[in-house]
């Protein structure tokens, strides 16, 4: 193809031209400025306080290129320009755009000269445009003061949380961060490549629709390869669209499965006219949503190829504030530990962005099924037609795009949009009007779907109690997908996870602080103190550092220092989320997924994630890897306490059979044996293996269990009849001897002398540690194998500093 790839180095500047720096394109212009050394790390301190005016600015950005011979039909090709934005060339406007989710491909023909041209983007800034379509609606749109200190996300098509969050930090960034390049028409483009499956007894039909564009009519040469068949099609096409079909029938296909099911076999679809190249990635598989109804309201599971797949996961929100500080790597190694943690699924929230393709690439590739939202989020938005139209056009592109990935099992109309007609109020006032206003937007989004893509799975909006069905699905548990926050933003105890029966939790949550070595990123020694400014900058949930606080006071005695305090933190996370999810797994199959808020972070913040900024696991990341562990064991204690149900759960296919072997602890760390039992569990279910009277847990005892599984699987936990705070614990006197391992790594032999709960590691050298937050029983020791991040070969051994519960608080 005749093509100028226009990304590369372009020379930014405000349009009153007071401040220039270079900018990557791809890229975004606080990055550019940031290491222009114009502004500061956005980051670190409270700077992000002093930033607004970067988004208050119009930008441009501009390059030269060269043009040899600019006869013929010309189009730019553009994909996420952040946001309200026209690009013109040598003068010229070709293209006015408002919309980070879709392609523009506009003619540019008479644009262009031989020679040299000229490019330039000039952004406007999304505040003022925010407020100029605000003061445009036939009536005030609210949208959530409370997650977003810059006002008026919701007029934008751009991700919602750029506006800021309740755990990410407002800047509104702006730029380019997907393509732009100038390519010449010859006779025709691919627009579209959408894929469909149909699957019999013996085999599957793909077929392959491919959508040209022409300018004029023709011929072209189509050339479809799918597997070991490859088809070249002449192809007649007219001004505009013309479609091409082929159907490729492949016969005892090889099947994708989501991690832990199967195999992730996927085919490549290569669909070509002489001059460009489309790939696809296509996994072979179908997907079912049952919704039947039963006593309880009515189900929600996922059936792959026939088989009811327990979802077992966390919310995704995007990997970086800043587009310029992501890359493959990072996004990589964020969704492995996902896959590590034995997930196979995430949700990408419909706050965020429509992810690149090679983002669902790779969950392909892991088994990592997705959940896609809608990016609309916790807002109400316009239905003016101008907005929905725009709205269509975005659809239409990402579900097209994006419909070939077997990873993607679902799309959902946005996140909380119902629930916020509940939260403002104008719409608590008149809330005909709203939700009418509401439903406009909602059907537009899924008639586009559905024309798009007539077979994929639509499910209204996240929490939903179902189609056309507006209840509260935050507290009603009988039917649809669930948010539980009410120990989150309710304040209610851990046990209360208990109260409900959810079909599918896909949102509950509970923060801590942000590890420490990532704190020392963005403050200084001074400000190591939980209410210092700095800290309490870096909590963007208002009275999220108040609640992290009154839990410790309701569960722990208080820790010493400020570096406890954060241990802690994430020792009360991991615990609140263990309790849901293996009461959740526990009710299966009435219940078939649990997908926690959140995975990661964008920026170093408080926050519900289990993994830090950066991508090193928190506390409940380990404990996740344990707890939804295909095959688990989990005490769960009856509503008042008087027993303690060992439950079993197997998502496997095979039966297994659980040696499960109890204990009593003493504060003093010996272990009593009280009992073990084998038991089979059949695949997919879950089992109570036997149930323990608490009045069998001597005061001053806990409970403890080992158990190993017959298909190798095994693990650990223990459970506290009471709280930690009330249990007299003695110090573990812990002690490590580290010595060097293969690959780079290092070995660290920890001994106790008692009881030592929660043993984390920690050390501030990027990498992974092979297991952590475990418990010691006097004279217990456990080898773990750190592995710096890859890249860092260390001459010597990092620093490691080593916590447990009973040291984390002492006495006096
Ligand atoms: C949910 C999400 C997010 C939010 C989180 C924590 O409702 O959808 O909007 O960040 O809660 O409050």
């Not at 003061?145 to 509104?172: E, V, Y």
């Not at 295909?630 to 769960?636: D, G, H, Q």
């Not at 599984?709 to 693990?715: E, F, L, T, Y």
Request: aromatic share 12%.
């Amino acid at each position: 193809m005749t093509m100028i790839d226009l990304s590369g180095t372009w020379r930014l500047s405000s349009l009153d031209e007071e401040t220039t720096a270079l900018m990557p394109v791809p890229g975004d212009v606080h990055t550019a400025l940031k290491n222009a050394g114009l502004i500061p790390d956005p980051y670190v301190g409270r700077n992000e306080l002093d930033l607004r005016w970067v988004a208050e600015t119009d930008w441009q950005i501009e390059q030269d290129f060269w043009l040899e011979d600019s006869a013929g039909d010309w189009y730019l090709d553009v994909t996420d320009l952040d946001t309200v934005a026209t690009i013109e060339i040598n003068g010229q406007v070709v293209l006015a755009a408002d919309n980070a989710f879709r392609r523009y491909r506009p003619d540019v023909t008479q644009a262009l000269k031989a020679g040299d041209n000229r490019i330039r983007i000039v952004f406007s800034s999304s505040i003022r445009e925010g407020a100029a379509r605000q003061a445009r609606q036939p009536f005030y749109i609210p949208y959530s003061t409370a997650n977003s200190p810059i006002p008026n996300g919701n007029m934008l098509r751009k991700p919602q949380c750029h506006f800021g969050w309740d755990w990410n930090i407002a800047l509104a960034p702006l730029g380019l961060y997907g393509t732009i390049a100038l390519k010449k028409l010859e006779t025709a483009r691919i627009e579209h490549v959408v894929t469909h499956q149909a699957h019999d007894e013996t085999g599957v039909d793909v077929t392959v629709t491919v959508t040209l564009h022409a300018e004029a009519q023709g011929y072209v040469a189509l050339t479809l390869e799918l597997g070991d068949e490859r088809v070249k099609l002449d192809c007649g096409v007219k001004p505009g669209e013309t479609n091409v079909s082929y159907v490729f029938r492949i016969d005892e296909p090889r099947l994708w499965w989501p991690s832990g099911n199967g195999e992730q076999a996927l085919y490549r679809l290569t669909v070509d006219l002489p001059d460009e190249t489309v790939i696809r990635q296509i996994g072979l598989r179908t997907v079912k949503l049952i919704t039947d109804p039963d006593e309880a309201g009515s189900r929600f599971a996922f059936a792959i190829n026939g088989r009811e797949i327990f979802c077992r996961g966390a919310n995704w929100i995007p990997a970086d504030a800043l587009f310029s500080l992501t890359s493959r790597d990072k996004t990589r190694d964020l969704l492995q530990s996902a896959v590590d943690a034995n997930m196979n699924m995430i949700r990408v929230w419909g706050g965020g962005f429509y992810e690149a393709d090679w983002f669902y690439d790779l969950c392909d590739e892991l088994g990592l099924m997705v959940w896609q939202d809608f990016q609309f989020s916790c807002n109400l938005y316009p239905s003016t037609p101008d907005f929905l139209d725009n709205v269509a056009a975005e659809v239409d592109y990402q579900v097209r795009r994006l419909s070939s990935h077997p990873s993607i099992v679902l799309w959902c109309g946005d996140n909380e949009l119902v629930g916020a007609l509940t939260w403002f109020k104008e719409s608590v006032e008149n809330r005909d009007r709203y939700l009418v206003s509401y439903d406009r937007l909602n059907r537009t989004i899924e008639q586009a779907l559905g024309k798009a893509v007539p077979e994929a799975i639509w499910w209204p909006s996240s929490p939903a109690t179902g189609y056309m069905d507006y209840g509260d699905a935050w507290h009603a548990d009988g039917s649809g997908d669930m948010h539980y926050w009410s120990v989150w933003h309710e304040n209610k105890p851990f046990a209360d996870y208990r109260a409900v029966k959810p079909r599918f939790c896909s949102e509950f949550g509970f923060q801590s602080y942000t590890s420490l070595p990532v704190i020392g990123t963005y403050a200084g020694d001074r400000d190591m103190n939980i209410a210092s400014p700095v800290m309490e900058w870096h909590q963007k949930n208002a009275g999220g550092n108040e609640r992290i606080a009154a839990t410790m006071f309701r569960y722990f005695r208080f820790p010493e220092g400020f570096a406890n305090f954060v241990y802690l933190s994430q020792v009360q996370q991991a615990l609140a989320i263990r309790t849901a999810v293996d009461y959740w797994r526990s009710l299966k199959p009435h219940c078939m997924g649990t997908l926690y808020w959140q995975l990661n972070d964008t920026w170093p913040v408080a926050s519900w994630s289990s993994l830090d900024y950066g991508g090193s696991w928190k506390l409940l990341h380990y404990l996740a890897r344990r707890f939804f562990q295909p095959v688990a064991v989990a005490a769960i204690p009856s509503e008042d306490g008087s027993e303690i149900r060992m439950s079993l759960v197997n998502d496997t296919l095979s039966d297994v059979t659980v040696s499960l072997a109890v204990s009593l602890l003493t504060l003093s760390g010996e272990r009593r044996d009280l009992l073990s039992i084998d038991s089979l569990v059949a695949p997919d279910a879950a089992v109570t293996a036997i149930t323990i009277p608490a009045a069998d847990i001597p005061p001053d005892c806990l409970l403890a269990w080992h158990f190993s599984a017959s298909n190798g699987m095994g693990g650990e936990g223990h459970f506290v009849p009471g709280t930690y705070k009330g249990l007299d614990l003695q110090p573990a006197r812990l002690t490590t001897t580290v010595s060097t391992a293969p690959a780079g790594g290092f070995d660290i032999l920890v001994q106790s002398d008692g009881l030592a709960l929660f043993v984390m590691i920690e050390t501030d050298t990027p990498g992974r540690f092979s297991d952590n937050a475990f418990d010691l029983a006097a004279g217990e020791s456990r080898r773990i194998t750190y592995l710096p991040a890859a890249g860092e070969p260390l001459s010597e051994a990092p620093q490691f500093r080593i916590y447990d519960l009973a040291s984390s608080s002492v006495a006096g």
